[in-house]
Each structure stands twice: as C-alpha cells, then as structure tokens.
C-alpha cells in the first residue's frame, strides 16, 4: 500500500522485497561503472585459487541491488510520497559473499520513529539482504526523512 506520510508507517512494519538473480553481466556493469575490475570479480582465474573458490560479486553491487529492490514494491511503499532524503546507513555489514547465479531478496522491518520537528521525521529500518537460501548476505540500519501530515 502507498504511503504519503511519516504517521503512515508504525513500529515492526516489515517490507519483504521479491527476488533478482545476480549475473555476469551485473559484476561487468558493475566494474564499468565504478572501475572496480579486482580479479576477485572478474578474473576466473584468480578466483578459483582464492578461498571462495570462484568469482563473486562486489559487495556494494549487492547493497545497490539489494536495497532498490524494494522499490519493487511500488514507488511510495518503503519511502514515501513526502519523502525528503535519505539520511544514512550504520552499522553495515557484508557477511556473507554473493556469486553468479544466487539470488538475493532484501526485507526492511521499521525499528525506529523519532520525530525531528513539526514538518520531518526520521524512519529507521533493519535492513537484511539474503540469498535464496535465506542466508544473510548484508545487513544494515537505514534512516531517511519523511515530510509530516500537514
């Protein structure tokens, strides 16, 4: 359901995204873009005699995949309509690394509402992203700000 307002969310509210599977192509675009080519991600080679056995995927690639993949859910499901900027990420965390061919889904439960002043408030979110075994890949808290009900 659609949100216009900081008061539209409470506390446990969880968003639970659908899945994507990570590709070859995702670590080349990925490596273009940033110009991170580290053999661990695009040199096979290499990668089989590291302790992962195999090439896996940037970790920010997965935090990037990760956390837009609940806007899946619609544009003003997790954020909404008056949202006014994302605050911040703490105490994250990569646990667990990604290859080709997994599939990661992400779930965001709300852990905190703090009201910052008549106009904005701060939504805070334990964010997971895990593979399709449902093992926990990242984590990490996330704070935007939210324009309040008028």
Known sequence: MEKEYYEDYALGEVFVSPGRTITETDLILFSGITG????MHTNVEYAKKSKFGERIAHGMLILSIGSALLFRLGDNVLFPKSFIAFYGIDKLRFVKPVSIGDTISSKAEVIGMEEKDAERGIITYDTRINNQHEELVVLMI?????????
């Open 36 to 39: 991170d080519w580290h053999s």
């Open 142 to 150: 996330q704070r935007i700000i939210a324009g309040r009900s008028p």
